[in-house]
């Protein structure tokens, strides 16, 4: 390797390192604290300036949880061969992000809980690994995911393991559980996410009507709980975000007053938590709606059999695998109810699908439909598209769409006012032969029709713009390959070896 070469190389780890730490909001500062180096180390590593030991690699991506710089075994890399025609039917899995609430949930329960159909991925790995830490026996029962929790008479949160807590952002979701059953505790955090910044602060406005302080000390959120308080009011969420609501639910199901929660979010999560509430015997009205009414329990110690529904996150994602290489396939188990706004806006692009008759899920409520996807041409819509709360199009569904604008005619504005960064991420498409102009940190702009070839790109550091990169793959002509997916794995359960079973020729591999 020439001078030039080893300085490019040094730069490109540089610029992965300082992408990763973005995503996970870490400043330089603190992302030197948990690394025992300096801010200016720091600064110098992401420039490219800085020798690297394999040592010093690994700890990094330990403590970014991104196996863009971490040394480990199994496969890290996919390589793809296209271009891809899909065929055959497939199954969507039981939604992510209900089973990581509902692990949660779990530790309202004195009792075991079995969940049903759980998906086997890293994100629900991170969270068995604290409960176990915390004295929960967790195992898994079959084949079929179905997940047995049983919990200790007494919790002790001072073995947490630390290490896991920080690897998944759902930790926050352990304080509405927790400050039941602790006067104090602390929990672990992840990502810089100090007391007052928008993902953070909704958490705490909504629990301080239970009786709890937290304040964040050295990566840690230390809780303190006046018990005995109860709201007084109705709770307002100042934000409708899915884990607040969720918090608030849980910390409201243990309480014996009936506690109103106003400007809920009624997502998919959400709903299959308040479903599962229901089944400990907490009394929760106006599933569905804005406003939730939950009159608790000040002691629950039941059995309890549940089954989590489908994720419309991955319905979409396998919808999109069928536009994007025009393929004939049929996606069953598909939660109609939050994949609506998505279809519909796609009905106005032109596609053509069929979809059966409704029945239900096994959580008896969620209703499912099979979609049986058709050949389109499709156009671009007439207005931008923009997520907004449930029922409106799913913000984690909107990335879709910038690989299916791209293939569609004409131009296409997406408008994802949600997050920060995550819209630059989509312009990575560029390098498959997509038209994708960033017009700033949330729109883009994407014109079609766009005949996708073959590209080496290295993973983002974002789950769905990640997967996004995967399904162009597919339709692309030639060999691409994407390095380090663990970002995918952590959001969906084998992903690659279910679309190589509809067809596609995905293969996973990793460096020596």
Not at 186 to 200: F, I, K, Q, S
Not at 370 to 391: C, G, N, Q, V, W
Not at 506 to 511: A, K, L, M
């Amino acid at each position: 390797m020439t001078g030039d070469d080893q300085a490019d190389y040094k730069a490109r780890i540089g610029r992965l390192i300082r992408d990763a730490r973005n995503h996970r909001g870490l400043t330089q500062t603190q992302l030197a604290e948990v690394l025992g180096t300096s801010q200016s180390a720091v600064n110098r590593i992401e420039k490219g300036h800085q020798n690297l030991s394999l040592e010093t690699l690994a700890r990094i991506g330990t403590a970014l949880d991104s196996e863009i710089v971490a040394i480990g075994s199994g496969p890290t890399h996919l390589r793809v061969t296209g271009p891809t025609t899909l065929s055959g039917s497939i199954d969507v899995k039981t939604s992510k992000n209900a089973g990581v609430a509902l692990l949660c949930a779990s530790l309202l329960n004195r009792g075991r809980t079995v969940l049903r159909k759980v998906a086997r991925i890293e994100e629900v790995n991170r969270l068995l690994e604290v409960l176990q830490s915390l004295g929960v026996r967790t195992r898994w029962l079959n084949a079929d995911n179905d997940l047995e929790i049983i919990p200790p008479e007494h919790l002790d949160l001072s073995n947490i393991d630390a290490a896991a807590a920080r690897r998944t952002r759902s930790i926050i979701m352990f304080l509405g559980p927790l400050l039941h059953r602790l006067e104090t505790f602390d929990l672990p955090y992840a990502g810089g996410c100090n007391l007052g910044e928008r993902t953070v602060e909704p958490h705490m406005s909504a629990l301080r009507h239970f009786g709890l302080e937290v304040k964040a000390t050295e990566g840690h959120y230390h809780a303190q709980v006046a018990h005995g308080t109860e709201p007084v009011k109705p709770i307002v969420l100042t934000e409708r975000g899915d884990t607040v609501t969720e918090n608030a639910l849980m910390a409201a199901a243990l309480n014996e007053g009936t506690t109103i929660i106003r400007n809920a979010s009624s997502n998919y999560m959400v709903q299959d938590l308040c479903f599962y509430l229901r089944k400990l015997g907490v009394d929760v009205q106006g599933i569905g709606t804005t406003t939730l009414t939950v009159t608790g329990r000040a002691h629950i110690d039941v059995d309890v059999d549940y089954a989590p529904s489908e994720d419309p996150i991955e319905a979409m994602s396998l919808l999109a695998a069928a536009i994007v290489t025009g393929s004939e396939i049929t996606i069953r188990r598909v939660p109609i109810e939050f994949m609506e706004v998505e279809l519909a806006t796609l009905e106005g692009m032109g596609l053509r699908y069929e979809r059966s008759a409704e029945y239900v899920a096994l959580n008896g409520e969620t209703r499912l439909v099979d979609i049986t996807t058709y050949r389109s041409e499709l156009h671009a819509p007439l207005d931008k598209i923009h997520p907004m709360p449930f029922p409106g199009l799913n913000i984690d569904n909107l990335p879709f769409f910038a690989v299916i604008a791209a293939v569609a005619n004409g131009q296409t504005m997406l408008h994802d006012w949600v997050y920060e960064n995550r819209a630059i991420y989509l312009t990575e498409l560029t390098k498959l032969g997509g038209n994708v102009k960033l017009m700033d940190p949330h729109r883009v702009l994407v014109e079609g029709p766009t005949h996708f070839s073959g590209a080496e790109i290295v993973c983002p550091p974002a789950l769905r713009p990640a997967v996004v990169i995967l399904l162009a793959m597919l339709a692309s002509k030639g060999t691409s390959v994407l390095r380090s997916t663990y970002v995918i794995h952590r959001g969906y359960e084998d992903l690659a070896e279910r679309l190589n079973q509809l067809g596609a020729n995905i293969v996973p591999f990793r460096d020596i």
